[in-house]
């Protein structure tokens, strides 16, 4: 069971501004990882300022590995700890006892709970953090430890965002939090009083503001749920009618034309041709009625006819023709029927026997992200077509008990792609671990059709966003880039409730805690909103009062401690935030380390943040988007 809120955001003050008695003041993270969700929780805990000076990283990493994307062990400001186990020893000589937070961010399921195990067996206080697929796993894991931990699936957390993506829609996230439920969509698609606060403007000119100061410049928003369903449900049901209202004849047409390889079916089709004509000329020499026409063209064809001298020598001829046009027919029927039962055993063996469809989704890769993205389109009712190298891929038992068709070659080959009616399918996912591959399958597809929507999948996320500009292939997604702030939330225990994606972005929900003689202290709720970073959506009064919504908020009521402010943030937005809402930093006796707090704790008198100071105003704004903030 998770652990409540209220304990969360309880425990976030004390360990993410306590001081160590001994040592290095800084809190010490250890993430053990090698792909880029690593990197980019990594990075984010380097650039993190909770407390002043920064955070100490420690990175365990494989002693070989090749990274796909950006390098963890690159990161300048890290201690790389090289090892291919993670046990006792590998967690004692990165320092493990007295740490702040592990992350076992590898993708197995079972190794991060072994790793897990030791851990717990180095130092039961440190707060775990575990990437996992597997949802019955998961909720076991948060039963074995004793230690404080968080089970989280970066798969589950971003399929969301590529199922929107294939159906042309904003991401349906949703979320509950306290007494409401909230959802992301469109302004067009929600009614005004619903409406929460905007998310991002998208623009072609800026490309996508991200909380904007005048909010009804905001085409996606945050909405409370009315009942109303979302538009990618909306955009899911309106592709199942189109499917429905589908002519049988040109399916049946279809199927008849992937029976039989292209150079058999042109013969048969000459042979007939050259028998209708023959037949026609026919009717019109002996004067008969079509319907003897067709017996004699018939019988002179498939059985032959006596030999008649007495015919006209026109006649004679196409009698001759006619039997010669019967010998060439019985073997093409033969071939045509052994070619088929051929081609069909082959197509049972690698799934190509499909009948042709249209207005589809094809998956590539049924890997983490690719079975949640099949299952997500299945639970809306949108047929889904699935292709993997790989014969039994993770997601291929989940795929049989869906009836989802599973085409085994390579996605990068026309032939794979026609078996999967790519040129006919509303969209294209491509969700495979290989950027190298996902790139190849994409731009094959796009040689069959233009105008195709692909949703491509890539790990790093500044070669994503150039492939998207650049190769014009639609939505280009990082999953590590999507789920990276939810695992680095739960890592430095900020209370984070949801995770919103927006564009190649993503922003935290949170709930954040107002402590006792903190700057915030005292203050009016207005200070709370910053424009691009930080927007207010409800308050929790001390003493657990009911919620005050968005609706209710007044920018004049004044902050108590005690009380819990409900934000939709931007990373750095939610570090001013939690800075200004932790209680003074307390005075370091003795001997400071490299990056220790302040021994003078800050007064009201003290320029901040919030009081419209130039330090605060840069470090809000000081970044701009897309040059390595993970929004």
């Known amino acids: 069971m998770a652990e409540p809120w209220r304990d969360r955001a309880r425990r976030a003050v004390e360990w993410n501004w306590r001081l160590r008695s001994v040592g290095d003041p800084r809190p010490h993270y250890v993430i053990c990882g090698k792909d880029a969700l690593a990197y980019y929780v990594a990075r984010a805990m380097l650039e993190s300022e909770l407390p002043v000076g920064g955070a100490r990283v420690t990175v365990v990493v494989p002693e070989r590995y090749r990274s796909n994307g950006p390098d963890v062990a690159g990161l300048r400001g890290v201690r790389v700890v090289r090892s291919d186990r993670l046990d006792v020893a590998t967690f004692e000589t990165a320092g493990l006892a007295g740490a702040t937070g592990l992350a076992l961010l590898h993708q197995d399921d079972v190794g991060n709970l072994h790793a897990a195990l030791c851990a717990q067996a180095v130092d039961q206080r440190v707060r775990q953090v575990l990437r996992m697929f597997n949802g019955t796993l998961a909720g076991g894991v948060r039963k074995l430890l004793k230690a404080p931990v968080e089970v989280l699936s970066d798969a589950e957390m971003a399929a969301p965002a590529f ?86 004849l040109t399916v049946l047409l279809g199927a008849v034309r992937g029976f039989a390889t292209r150079k058999i079916g042109i013969a048969v089709m000459l042979v007939l041709t050259l028998i209708a004509v023959l037949g026609a000329l026919i009717s019109r020499a002996e004067d008969v009625s079509p319907l003897e026409a067709l017996y004699l063209t018939l ?111 390579d996605a990068a080959l026309p032939e794979t792609l026609a078996a999967a009616s790519v040129a006919d399918c509303q969209a294209l996912v491509v969700a495979s671990t290989d950027d190298v591959a996902n790139l190849e399958s994409a731009l094959a597809a796009r040689d069959l059709r233009a ?111 005690g009380d819990r402010l409900t934000v939709v943030a931007r990373r750095r937005g939610l570090d001013w935030l939690t800075r200004q809402c932790a209680p003074p930093a307390l005075p370091n006796h003795g001997v400071g380390a490299p990056g220790a707090a302040s021994s003078v704790p800050p007064t009201r008198d003290a320029p901040s943040a919030t009081a419209g100071g130039a330090t605060g105003e840069l470090e809000l704004t000081g970044q701009p988007d897309g040059t390595g903030e993970v929004s």
């Not at 994503?464 to 990276?484: C, D, K, P, Q």
């Not at 939330?489 to 927006?502: F, N, S, Y």
């Open 299 to 409: 019988v002179t064809t498939l059985s032959g006819a006596d030999p008649d001298t007495t015919k006209p020598a026109d006649a004679q001829i196409m009698q001759v023709v006619l039997n010669l046009a019967g010998l060439a027919l019985i073997p093409l029927i033969t071939a045509v029927v052994v070619d088929g039962i051929v081609n069909a055993r082959l197509a049972l063996h690698t799934g190509r026997l499909q009948p042709a469809r249209v207005g589809h989704v094809v998956v590539v890769g049924l890997g983490n992200v690719g079975t949640r993205v099949m299952a997500q389109l299945r639970e809306y009712d949108v047929e889904v077509v699935a292709i993997d190298k790989d014969p039994e891929p993770r997601g291929a038992a989940l795929a049989r008990q869906l009836e989802v068709p599973l085409i085994i070659g």
């Open 163 to 248: 199922v929107a993506a294939a159906l042309g829609e904003v991401d349906p996230s949703s979320f509950q939090h306290r007494d409401k439920t909230l959802r992301v969509a469109r302004r067009a698609d929600v009614r005004a009083q619903d409406v929460v606060c905007g998310l991002a403007h998208l623009t072609e000119a800026q490309g996508v503001r991200l909380l904007p100061a005048y909010q009804a410049d905001a085409d996606v928003v945050l909405a409370e749920a009315t009942g109303q369903p979302p538009g990618t449900e909306v955009a899911a049901r309106r592709l199942v009618r189109a499917r429905r209202r589908r002519r049988p």
């Open 451 to 561: 105008d195709l929507r692909v949703v491509l999948r890539l790990f790093d996320g500044d070669f994503a966003e150039r492939v998207e500009e650049t190769f014009a292939l639609g939505v280009s997604r990082s999953v590590s880039y999507l789920a990276a702030p939810a695992f680095i939330g739960a890592l430095t225990e900020r209370a984070v409730i949801a995770t919103i994606p927006v564009d190649r972005h993503a922003l935290p929900v949170a709930e954040v805690p107002v402590a006792a003689g903190s700057e915030l202290d005292g203050r009016p709720l207005d200070v709370v909103n910053r424009d691009g970073q930080v927007r207010l959506i409800a308050r929790t009064p001390a003493g657990g009062g009911r919620t005050i919504w968005w609706k209710d908020l007044d920018p004049r009521q004044v902050i108590f401690a």
